[in-house]
């Protein structure tokens, strides 16, 4: 975070509180596409709306009327209220005085009530949050008593705690305060987690709970400034639509995004040539309902799990789904509008070997395939070099308006957004075969010249 952001964030802040109405939200994002949930916040909430965008997060205010919009968004994973703001002047020295620093400001600073009422009223949760001190006691009393776990929630092999709707009136809230860290401090995450947990529960008398809690309080301390979160998605929102995940299934919100490249239009016939799972047509029925949506893969268990997720999802009717070969799409000249795909990055899916020769001809097909002038192609690629060669291949098809450094999966990949020239096809396929005729007679005089 750099200073003016840092400024920035305080003083919006600043205005939260000002009005009991308005609310301090951060989402995270992921990173790479942080633009794009900007232009979605402002398109859905207001144009003029003020956004701190920091990496992998954007920070802005609400008024309470308008968090149905904000948990509406497609671009975004998480999403938080902003409980607290503040710096703090660090000795970096003595652990035990810059710890009692946390103490000593959720005791006699911190105000959560604001920000706890809107947690409850958002998430559903029916419990207590402000429990007295006989109620804690004897709910605390029969925990070491009976010495019982609740099963956490498991999703999907990861634990998020509890889903706060789930909870019966006579509960306490359970908690779990997690600490993130960024600077050099004379203590460590889990010191400031532990600090800050104690104090709210002696505060508020919340019970602790590490797996099955009800709320998680994100504390992110970069440098010498903390932010508190309150966690209102009990589950990420990239989770959607997929209920049948392959080995390299794109996150919905990374589908999205992509989309929002392409600036769909209504009636856009969108195609996905390596759709795998189906995520990226599932995203694009849902969020472009009005464009024509066409879903293909090569590999026949790709379009088996394709079907199951649009089965799942309810919109199969709305998809077609081809069996292909994105080298001989079976497609007319000029016909789509715009094509969005998760190239294979030679990791998880793929080779690099066989992407230089796959990459130069998926992207002459789709010369070939996509309307002069009109079309768009939004592509992901980690094999950077594979993609480079086949865009000087078929250069004069597509035009570069844009590239996007993004992190997938902890690998950064880069998303190319192409538009189609105005060369016709027809123009471009004699080239093609000059080149391939060079290729031929340099192999011919090569063995003539160096018979084996």
Known sequence: MNTNNELD????FVESLANDNVFMVATTVDTGFEWQAVDECREKLDKNIKIVKERGKIFFNVYWNQFAQVQEMRSIDNVFIVADVRKFEFTETSKKDDLQLFKDTVHNDMKLEKCLNAWKRITGFQGKIYPTAEEYNSVEKDRKLSNTVVESTTVRGRKRGQDPADAKEDEILRYRVTCERTGKHSFESADVARVIGGELQD??????????????????????????????????????????????????????????????????IIIDPMCGG?????????AYSHAYVIGGDIHPKAILRAKSNFDASSIASKIDLLHWNVTQ???????????????PFGKRSGRMTDNRILYKEFLTELGRVMKPL???AVLLTYDRRSFSVALQTAGDLFRVTKTLGVNIGGLQAVVY????????????????YKHALRKSLRVFWCKKTNPC
């Open 374 to 376: 009109k079309g768009r």
């Open 417 to 432: 957004v192409l538009l189609r020239t105005d060369i016709p096809y027809e123009q471009f396929k004699p080239r093609i």
């Open 329 to 343: 799409l079976p497609l007319k000249d000029s016909l789509v509008d715009i094509v969005v795909a998760d190239m």
């Open 203 to 268: 505060k508020y008398l919340w019970l602790v709970d590490l797996s099955t809690y009800y709320l998680e309080i994100l504390c992110k301390l970069v440098n010498n400034e903390l932010v508190t979160h309150l966690r209102v998605t009990h589950e990420s929102k990239h989770r959607r639509n997929i209920t049948c995940f392959g080995p390299t299934t794109l996150r919905a919100t990374v589908c999205y995004n992509l989309l929002r490249l392409a600036h769909p239009n209504p009636g856009d």
């Open 9 to 12: 964030l305080q003083k919006l």
């Open 278 to 286: 189906g995520s990226i047509p599932i995203e694009a029925v849902l």
